[in-house]
């Protein structure tokens, strides 16, 4: 088995030379893909140098984390595919083979990467009620936003990518239902820089989005039950007319 | 000719379009991964063969029937699938490559991959709004074919005339059409005048000088 490693990138200079050299390390991999979102800085130039193969994510928007992750799927040749931040400052071949081992064993098709860290704002207060409402089955997992994911590369060509943030918990979503077999893995301590409480705003909203419309595909929405949770949240100004909608 | 379109989006319906135009007796074969895009397609382009395959059955595809098909063109809405099955025609030695691509960024890697023919249907964005808005020099048409530049530029400098003049009367390869600012056509070169626009065709090497005149002044 052949691994390809995938890093989602936009104006990653500082880091990209040493996440591309630490992928390289890894055993069985076969090649390492930077998708990059249109970098101004020199994240595309330097990736290159490494050995990397380097493709621009084909939207123009940004951020398009979900494109950039299609595009790299499509472009790569591996058997397993594995995708991780590019920003983790701790890296080390260990974070890609923990999450390969289960592909490699065959214990399992897909693999969520979860970290020794308290769970992003967005996944506690946005991803986990929604997916406990929705899809009690996978609320489970303690890190569903996770990027930090793997992958057998033929899976990824069976489901639609979300073309932004919401892309990690469609894609578990999607390949829960597909019937593919998913563990969790941590990973280990993860060194990151968060994210600003402003600049999650898009992210909550994006990931809400992604669950909601597979609530809607997957028949679990209707008006009745719409009705049902939504009389409990009649006390927040939801912008809705007095009793619009609502018995 | 037989044509081998891979994509069923914008770019793939107009480049199926643009095939039945050119090569009307021609066998065109459309592949397509998304099943409920191929129905539509053949409602579309009945002229056509559409074929639905899956994404990595298209390379095997192209290995298969490599030694009949004239052409392929990519026009997925991935330029990594683009650049995938280029990658494979040009491995099978199909005699013409052409990729239609998504992100006009990606158009120096396809180049750095020696893909032979790149379009990037946002091209003409930049060289309209250069025309409409009265740039300096435009760049109107770059053959990738033949070398063939096309060229508009902006008479706006007395000094620069006589060294146009002087060059262009020396390139009997490069032909040339004033157009005034009242909108008069003219194709003599003693007829270029201040204010006007001049369009002139010819082998890329001798425009690339007369540009390099224009920039100097």
């Given at each position: 088995m052949e691994i390809s490693v995938i890093f989602p990138t936009k104006d990653?200079?500082?880091?990209?030379?040493?996440?591309?050299?630490?992928?390289?390390?890894?055993?069985?991999?076969?090649?390492?893909?930077?998708?990059?979102?249109?970098?101004r800085d020199r994240t595309v130039k330097l990736a290159k140098k490494e050995g990397a193969e380097?493709?621009?994510?084909?939207?123009?928007?940004?951020?398009?984390?979900?494109?950039?992750?299609?595009?790299?799927?499509?472009?790569?040749?591996?058997?397993?595919?594995?995708?991780?931040?590019?920003?983790?400052?701790?890296?080390?071949?260990?974070?890609?083979?923990?999450?390969a081992e289960p592909l490699i064993n065959g214990e399992a098709e897909f693999v969520k990467g979860c970290f020794?860290?308290?769970?992003?704002?967005?996944?506690?207060?946005?991803?986990?009620?929604?997916?406990?409402?929705?899809?009690?089955?996978?609320?489970?997992?303690?890190?569903?936003?996770?990027?930090?994911?793997?992958?057998?590369?033929?899976?990824?060509?069976?489901v639609d990518f979300e073309r932004g943030w919401g892309v990690d918990v469609g894609l578990l979503i999607d390949l829960y239902k597909l019937g593919a077999r998913i563990v969790e893995r941590d990973i280990?301590?993860?060194?990151?820089?968060?994210?600003?409480?402003?600049?999650?705003?898009?992210?909550?909203?994006?990931?809400?989005?992604?669950?909601?419309?597979r609530a809607i595909r997957d028949w679990k929405i209707d008006i009745q039950w719409a009705e049902k949770y939504l009389k409990g949240v009649r006390t927040i100004d939801l912008g809705l007319e007095s009793g619009a909608g609502f018995a | 000719m037989r044509t081998l379109l891979i994509g069923g989006g914008h770019?793939?319906?107009?480049?199926?379009?643009?095939?039945?135009?050119?090569?009307?007796?021609?066998?065109?074969?459309?592949?397509?991964?998304?099943?409920?895009?191929?129905?539509?397609?053949?409602?579309?382009?009945?002229?056509a063969e559409v074929i639905h395959q899956e994404i990595d059955e298209i390379e095997n595809y192209i290995r298969s029937n490599g030694s009949i098909i004239d052409a392929v063109i990519t026009a997925t809405e991935s330029d990594s699938l683009n650049l995938r099955y280029c990658r494979i025609a040009k491995e099978n030695a199909i005699p013409l490559t052409i990729s239609i691509i998504n992100n006009p960024l990606n158009y120096e890697i396809f180049l750095k991959e020696e893909i032979p023919y790149i379009i990037n249907p946002y091209h003409l964005i930049p060289i309209e709004l250069s025309e409409i808005l009265g740039a300096a020099?435009?760049?109107?048409?770059?053959?990738?074919?033949?070398?063939?530049?096309?060229?508009s530029i902006k008479i706006s400098n007395g000094r620069l005339l006589p060294e146009l003049m002087k060059e262009l009367?020396?390139?009997?390869?490069?032909?040339?059409?004033?157009?005034s600012q009242s909108g008069e056509i003219k194709t003599s070169i003693e007829e270029v005048g201040l204010g006007g626009r001049l369009y002139l065709i010819g082998p890329k090497e001798r425009i690339d000088k007369v540009l390099r005149i224009v920039k100097r002044r």
């Open positions: 990653r200079e500082c880091y990209v030379k040493r996440a591309v050299r630490t992928a390289f390390k890894v055993k069985l991999v076969r090649e390492v893909i930077v998708v990059d979102g249109g970098s380097v493709i621009v994510q084909s939207d123009l928007i940004y951020p398009g984390k979900g494109v950039a992750m299609r595009d790299g799927a499509y472009l790569a040749r591996g058997d397993i595919l594995i995708y991780l931040d590019i920003d983790i400052k701790n890296m080390t071949p260990k974070f890609f083979e923990k999450l020794e860290r308290a769970s992003g704002r967005v996944t506690e207060l946005v991803a986990k009620p929604l997916l406990r409402m929705f899809y009690p089955e996978i609320a489970r997992f303690k890190q569903p936003l996770s990027g930090e994911i793997a992958g057998l590369r033929k899976l990824f060509y069976k280990g301590y993860k060194d990151h820089d968060m994210k600003s409480l402003h600049a999650l705003t898009d992210m909550a909203y994006e990931v809400a989005g992604a669950i909601l419309r | 770019s793939a319906c107009f480049a199926a379009n643009a095939i039945r135009e050119i090569d009307p007796k021609g066998k065109l074969i459309i592949i397509e991964f998304t099943s409920e895009k191929v129905d539509a397609l053949l409602r579309t382009f009945p002229f020099t435009n760049v109107l048409y770059e053959s990738q074919k033949t070398r063939v530049l096309a060229v009367s020396q390139s009997r390869d490069v032909s040339a059409i004033f157009v």
